[in-house]
């Protein structure tokens, strides 16, 4: 059986979901009702810094922690807000995005380019060892 590539998962998953810029992720960021989230490893947050004020949830974990009746439920994903997943360059995050989207979770988008749009857009980075 071939294998499907997972750049081709990214670009149909893509074109299902919102995207949000970094510029515009700069500009919400300190709003109430906005919240980014680090699916990214933590060695990757180690290495490369974090966004200030970023909720980090594993990648491995997403679907357990957006979900009520898991017994890995994590509240914050129940708040009012609008949730905007990244991953260092928004391949993982597309495919997390539009599998949560499948999962009935409304509100959500990802941010194009990921960290490194972000930071290349010149939000604020803190940590890291590449600093
Ligand atoms: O998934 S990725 O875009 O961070 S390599």
Redesign the pocket.
Known sequence: MAIKAAFEM?KEATAEIETISPAEAIRRKDDEDFLLVDI?DPRELEREGRIPGAYHAPRGMLEFWIDPASPYYKPIFGEKKKFVFF???????AISVKTLQDMGMENIAQLGE??SGWRKAGGPVEGGRNG
């Open positions: 990214v990214r991953c260092a360059a928004a391949g993982r995050s990921g960290f």
